[in-house]
């Protein structure tokens, strides 16, 4: 393919799931079959270019794709009257090609999923299935959005539409209602996911608007591939404030992350996102939105790391992302070890890898945060695919039993799922290992060892404040490690292992092939994508070039990042936490099951802890009171009583009845003046017309001749009189 | 001048030709117009007495496969039948019935004869053989054939008989059904090659016969000409049952066998068309070194593709006539509608091979337009079963049905 | 000679010509038609317009002039053509047509005076079938008339078989 | 070459018979044979004055085509327009369809 229409396959990548959106939304969203048949296909053409691009880049090379990224960019909108353009495109360079290729896949594998979740072509078919399809579609074509965007804004512009279908999917059983109050309702949930999220957004918007003040382009290249730009932003100091100001941006940009990627402390919209339906969740979890946050600043990092040297003393941006991200790994471990459901457990391991990944970014490990973000899509993806096929299976049994008030999602309903849904255990238990980072085999211990190692080699070769940040991460990481692991155990030991603990799970079956396909699928990658991740030097060997990926990805920097020497002691500290974690759980909950009506072993040993912990530090609760409540009281006694009754109002009445009295008047002059004018003149019309009719005479021929003879009389004296 | 080769022997023979016109004097101007005269001559000749081996070829496969053994008196085995028949012909009376419109009626059978022979203008015989390289070879092709629908109005309508007429525009309405397909799919070669004229398009086939790249094309075209010569199945032309004997009723002696000619030219020269559309023309191993075997190449290719043609017309049964058209309208036109759109994205998905592009170079073309076309073949047959087994439901269900109705009449 | 050639197919084009606005006989006027289409073509030659020539064949004497000789054979009785071909009002007719002939002769004689030979014919460019071919798609030049041009048949098509259909239902 | 005055007055030749045959003829296939013979005339104009003037752009060419586009549409509605006359009326004599007069 030549590459003038290379260039134009980037921002051809998110126009077949928009294309696939307008399409069901308008077209055919009573045709069921037709509805996730478009959708599906517009994934696989998104996955086609997707592919496509990948297999031109790495026939390229890495260095050229860096420096020559295909894509391309036109004039968008004029600046400063038609003198500047603001400059709209897209382009694809390294880290581009690696979100190429995993997000249409998991896209792909949730999309098509879907269509057995769904319930199609049974009697549990739901009843806006078009719609649903819709918006995937409408999601899909957000992210890839964002993944090709080739500059903030358009970057921001998928940002946004995603933050959108996250709303409308997450409300999607809009209508669902629980019989305990309390409960979060689908419809509570979107609506916090949204205004979550909006807060870290207005604060990423800042940061774009003081971008664009400073440096007068959004474009990466132009910003993050010129180190005088860069130098530029990391030396001058924001006036007024001891920092720089590609600090004061990096941070502005972090708090969207904060905000879409779930970090503390605006981290409670993700758990309660998982009232939307499964495919939903991993949609969010893996592929799209939380991947979003990351992938940004991954993108962002040479802005956010400006100034820094590898080793050196880290940036403002930095610190924050190396405290939070680990303080949130470790947060959200601890959270998910107390909960029964089982999507919320998930959700919180997810906010827990988000935090991972932050961190690493924190002590500068780019790559490794980029790798880890593939490989987590992968398994979590596959994990809350298990999972709603485990629901699945869970509410078969529940209409099998005719039992509609035992909790379907809580794991301690479950139990023994094991020989009823073999190719789901047998998923869920690589998606899981690899969740927890069982060496050697899964790719979750790739990615994850690779921080670990970085931030050991942070702690020990980090100068200025690296060491201490590294120390942070690193201990706060492994424990957070250890607590994955063991967790991971017990969903696992409870879901599948033991014996059925109620009517549901006794009578729960295997999901339909459409629903298993893409779990075995997600589970091929959930082993293999680490593989393109092995250090270089690993155990001290030395294998040659085989670290794919970072010498891929690593392109991308304008400085390419060195590999970091093989160190015992991060990689024994990983293997140890896992097996202990691994470990502690095997003894807890699969060498002895939980029988049915036993309460869950780790309540006794913990006490009070576990109560909070269950209530997840009650943050829903000091939330609700301190920001929720006030707000609701301004906008009922302030703005709804005194202006908008008062002031807006009794302006509107009074400038209605003014009008209605001048029209009075007006009536008046219309009907007397203009209607008899208008009168008057149709009759003589009328009059004329009688007059002329009689010259016609219906012959066609005899109209076209004779006026042909006065053309040509005219023509005549034309030439023969009047020039003369 | 070169020496004489018998390899480039076409060649060899006009360089002798030229030399001896123009040691007797001639200017080249007439030269000129000689040479072309003689090539008008020649190509005219062609047919014609291709037409006398076919006629006694298709005679003899004919009566094989109706398990008998065809003409075998005149020559060895009946090879010289053709002679006396033709003698037969010509000395036969040519009676012109009365209150016929003499001018059209004279004019019509000639006509039908002429349109098929001027497509022999623009056919390379070897790779320097045609005679006029045309630009527009392809669309000259399509113009000269439209004649022949003339041929057969002018001659239903003139012979002032209702029969003839009747047959004449049915002859049309299959014609003209058929020309829109055909003319399709033609656009095909033309979009793989990148030019009009045939002779580019033998020469584009160097890098694959375009019957691999598009073999739905190639069935179209020729499921369309087999229709557009008006042979089984499509001889709805001379249904004797229906219409006694088409069109040509009232003609007899030597105008009759005019039309008659012209079907038998017709049948192999598309045949010819088709070779060279599909077949890669003159091509051939060894033709590069000697263009001589061109000729022969593309004689073998389009005798192989007539042999077919005579196949199916001693196999299938005709079709009523809006099954003919039906088949058209319904199926082949919008079939090459598509094949025209998808081959044309699939030809621009792939950059098209330089002249001396590798094997390796040439697979992904060769691969993404085969594909396709598989592709569009199983998607065809899949829309096909559905309609057929709806069709089929109809039936059973109209079946049923019928001997309630029947009892209630009775 | 291609002043004897351009004479032949002149003569071939006004004589068809003639003989469609003349013959009483509408067959026979197709058929004139024909031959004056054929003639016309024949001057596209002589113009180097081979691709207009196979065009004007294919369209006009492969479509067109069948779908007239059709049309004439179903809105007429086969052998009764002979009824009165023109008008009350030829003379008019001819009349009319005569001076528009005059008056477009005086302009042509303006600018192009008839007696001067055709001398430095300027040449033709390399291939002006695929020149012709490029500007119809493209963007600077006449994509978008063809385009409408596509619509234009289209909404043709549809429009006469729907005018044309036979209605059942009254 | 032919001078182009002489193409030119061919044309309006062929076009001045195809307008009488317009104004003259009674049947209305006849009229638009004869208005099929002006869209030729106006055709042979385009393309002489293509060979003449600009022969390096495809300028009459493009229009030619265009012309032949509608002359196709048009008689192919124009042919649709007078069967379905016929079929109400069992003639087509133009200076009978008078339908315009009040």
């Not at chain 1, 004039?75 to 880290?95: K, R, V, Y």
């Not at chain 2, 398990?67 to 060895?76: E, I, Q, Y």
């Amino acid at each position: 393919m030549d590459r003038e229409l290379l260039n134009l396959l980037p921002i051809l990548v998110p126009i077949p799931p928009l294309a696939a959106f307008f399409l069901i939304v308008l077209f055919t969203n009573r045709v069921r079959w037709l509805s996730h048949t478009i959708a599906v296909l517009a994934t696989i053409i998104s996955l086609g270019f997707g592919v496509v691009l990948l297999v031109n880049g790495l026939s390229m090379g890495a260095h050229d794709l860096a420096h020559h990224p295909i894509g391309n960019t036109i004039e968008w909108l004029p600046i400063d009257g038609f003198s500047n353009w603001l400059q709209m495109g897209a382009m694809t360079d390294p880290l581009t090609m690696g979100m190429l290729f995993f997000v249409p896949t998991a896209i792909f594998c949730i999309i098509f999923y879907s269509i057995g979740y769904m319930g199609y072509g049974t009697e549990h078919e739901d009843r806006d299935y078009s719609r649903f399809f819709a918006f995937l579609s409408l999601f899909a074509a957000g992210m890839f959005t964002l993944v090709v965007a080739d500059n903030l804004l358009l970057l921001f512009v998928g940002w946004e539409v995603m933050g959108l279908c996250s709303y409308l999917l997450i409300g999607f059983w809009y209508d669902k209602n629980y019989d305990d109050p309390d409960k979060t309702t689908p419809r509570q949930a979107a609506v916090k996911a949204f205004i979550t999220t909006r807060i870290g957004d207005v604060i990423m918007l800042l940061g774009i608007a003081y971008l664009y003040t400073q440096t007068g382009t959004l474009s990466f290249a132009a910003i993050l591939r010129d180190e005088q730009v860069l130098h530029q932003l990391a030396t001058t100091l924001v006036p007024g404030m001891g920092i720089s100001i590609a600090g004061l941006i990096g941070l502005l940009l972090f708090a969207g992350t904060v905000g879409k990627s779930a970090q503390f402390p605006l981290h409670v919209w993700l758990p309660d996102a998982m009232e939307g339906p499964t495919p939903v969740s991993a949609m969010i979890h893996s592929a799209a939105m939380v991947s979003a946050g990351v992938y940004m600043i991954v993108r962002m990092f040479p802005l956010l790391s400006a100034g820094w040297e590898h080793g050196g003393p880290p940036t403002a941006p930095m610190v924050a992302m190396g405290l939070i991200g680990a303080f949130t790994a470790l947060f959200a471990s601890t959270i998910a070890l107390a909960q029964n459901d089982v999507k919320r457990v998930l959700a919180y391991s997810t906010i827990a890898q988000l935090g991972y990944m932050v961190a690493a970014l924190g002590i500068g490990a780019y790559i490794a945060a980029a790798f880890h973000l593939i490989t987590h899509a992968f398994f979590k993806a596959l994990l809350f695919l298990g999972s709603g096929s485990i629901i699945h299976g869970m509410e078969h049994g529940a209409h099998h039993a005719n039992d509609h008030h035992t909790d379907a999602q809580d794991m301690l309903n479950m139990g023994g799922l094991r020989t009823k849904m073999p190719w789901t255990f047998w998923t869920f238990l690589i998606g899981g290992l690899a969740l927890s980072g069982l060496p050697l085999v899964t790719a979750g211990f790739w990615s994850k060892d690779e921080i670990l190692a970085e931030s050991f080699y942070a702690m020990t070769h980090g100068a200025g404040g690296l060491a201490p940040l590294g120390a942070w991460v690193f201990i706060l990481l492994a424990v957070s490690a250890a607590l994955t692991a063991f967790y991971t155990m017990r969903q696992i030991g409870l879901i599948f292992w033991g014996k059925p603990r109620t009517k549901l799970s006794k009578h729960a079956h295997e999901s339909s092939w459409t629903m298993i396909l893409p779990l075995v699928i997600l589970a091929f990658f959930a082993i293999t994508a680490g593989w393109m991740g092995i250090p270089d030097d690993f155990m001290g060997l030395e294998l040659g070039e085989i670290n794919f990926f970072h010498h891929f990805a690593g392109a991308s920097l304008v400085v390419h990042p060195e590999g970091i020497t093989f160190n015992w002691i991060p990689l024994l500290t990983s293997v140890f936490v896992v097996l202990l974690g691994l470990g502690g759980g095997y003894l807890i909950y699969w060498k002895e099951p939980v029988k049915a009506g036993e309460p869950d072993p780790l309540v006794k040993p913990l006490g009070r802890l576990y109560t909070v912990l269950h209530n997840k530090y009650y943050f829903d609760e000091f939330y609700q009171a301190a920001f929720v409540e006030p707000t609701k009281w301004v906008a009922a006694k302030v703005v709804y009583e005194w202006m908008d009754r008062g002031i807006i109002d009794g302006i509107l009445h009074f400038v209605g009845r003014t009008t209605g009295g001048i029209a009075t008047y007006v009536r008046l002059f219309d009907v007397h003046v203009i209607n008899g004018g208008v009168d008057w003149l149709k009759d003589r019309f009328l009059d004329g017309a009688r007059e002329f009719r009689t010259i016609q005479a219906g012959k066609i021929q005899e109209y076209m001749w004779l006026s042909l003879l006065i053309g040509c009389a005219f023509a005549y004296l034309l030439i023969f009189v009047l020039s003369r | 001048m070169d020496s004489f080769e018998i390899a480039n022997l076409f060649y060899s023979i006009g360089q002798v030709w030229t030399e001896w016109l123009t040691n007797l004097g001639l200017s080249p101007e007439w030269l000129s117009f000689t040479n072309k005269a003689m090539g008008a001559v020649l190509l005219t000749a062609l047919p014609v007495m291709i037409v006398c081996v076919t006629i006694m070829g298709e005679r003899k496969i004919i009566g094989r496969f109706q398990d008998r053994l065809g003409p075998n008196r005149v020559g060895p085995c009946g090879v010289l039948q053709t002679i006396p028949d033709i003698f037969k012909l010509l000395t036969k009376e040519i009676i012109t019935p009365t209150k016929v419109d003499k001018v059209m009626y004279n004019l019509a059978p000639m006509l039908s004869v002429v349109s098929v022979i001027l497509i022999w203008a623009v056919i390379p015989l070897a790779s320097n053989v045609v005679g006029v390289d045309l630009e527009i070879g392809a669309l000259y092709f399509v113009a000269v054939s439209s004649f022949g629908t003339l041929a057969v109005l002018m001659a239903g309508w003139s012979s002032n008989n209702k029969y003839a007429l009747i047959s004449a525009f049915r002859g049309v309405a299959q014609l003209v059904s058929y020309e829109v397909p055909l003319v399709l799919t033609l656009l095909i070669p033309v979009l793989l090659a990148g030019t009009m004229r045939l002779n580019g398009i033998v020469e584009a086939q160097a890098q694959g016969w375009y019957v691999l790249l598009a073999p739905i094309s190639m069935l179209i075209f020729f499921i369309s000409s087999t229709a557009e010569v008006g042979r089984s199945p499509f001889d709805l032309l001379e249904a004797d049952s229906e219409i006694v004997a088409g069109f040509n009723i009232e003609y007899s002696g030597m105008r009759f066998a005019m039309f008659f000619l012209g079907e038998f030219i017709h049948a192999f020269t598309f045949c010819g068309v088709i070779a060279t559309l599909f077949f890669g023309g003159w091509r051939g191993p060894f033709v590069d070194q000697a263009p001589a075997l061109g000729f022969l190449y593309f004689l073998i290719k389009m005798f192989a593709i007539y042999f077919v043609h005579i196949w199916i017309r001693i196999t299938m049964p005709r079709l009523r006539i809006d099954h003919m058209l039906n088949l058209s309208w319904k199926f082949l036109i919008p079939l090459s509608l598509v094949n025209l759109v998808v081959m044309s994205l699939a030809a621009k998905l792939v950059q098209t091979p330089a002249m001396d592009a590798t094997l390796w170079q040439l697979l992904p073309r060769w691969g993404i337009l085969l594909g396709t076309n598989m592709v569009m073949i199983a998607g065809t047959f899949m829309i096909l079963g559905t309609v057929s087994r709806r069709e089929r439901h109809k039936q059973e269900a109209a079946r049923v049905l019928e001997p309630v109705a029947s009892g209630i009449q009775g | 000679m291609t002043y004897v050639v351009f004479g032949l197919f002149g003569i071939l084009t006004l004589g068809g010509g003639i003989l469609v606005v003349t013959s009483r006989n509408l067959v026979r006027a197709a058929a004139s038609l024909v031959l004056s289409f054929f003639g016309i073509a024949g001057l596209y030659v002589l113009l180097e317009a081979g691709f207009m020539a196979a065009a004007q064949i294919l369209i006009y004497i492969g479509a067109i002039a069948i779908l007239i000789i059709f049309a004439v054979m179903l809105t007429q009785r086969v052998a009764a053509g002979n009824r009165v071909a023109m008008n009350s009002q030829w003379p008019w007719a001819l009349l009319v047509s005569a001076l528009t002939f005059a008056l477009l002769v005086y302009i042509i004689n303006i600018v192009w005076p008839l007696g001067i030979r055709a001398e430095n014919v300027p040449v033709l460019a390399a291939d002006p079938t695929r020149g012709l071919g490029m500007a119809l798609v493209d963007w600077g030049q006449y994509v978008l008339p063809f385009e409408v041009a596509s619509i234009l048949l289209l909404g043709a098509m549809v429009g006469s078989i729907f005018i044309a259909r036979e209605q059942h239902d009254d | 070459m032919v001078p182009l005055s002489w193409y030119l007055i061919t044309s309006a030749l062929l076009f001045c018979i195809g307008l009488y045959g317009v104004f003259a003829r009674r049947n209305a296939v006849a009229v638009l044979m004869s208005i099929e013979l002006m869209l030729n005339a106006v055709n042979l104009n385009l393309v002489a004055f293509w060979r003449f003037q600009t022969p390096t752009r495809p300028v009459g060419l493009a229009f030619a085509v265009f012309v032949l586009v509608v002359a196709a549409a048009e008689a192919a509605v124009g042919l649709a327009l007078i069967l379905s006359i016929y079929r109400q009326r069992k003639h087509i004599v133009v200076e009978d369809l008078d339908l315009l007069k009040l």
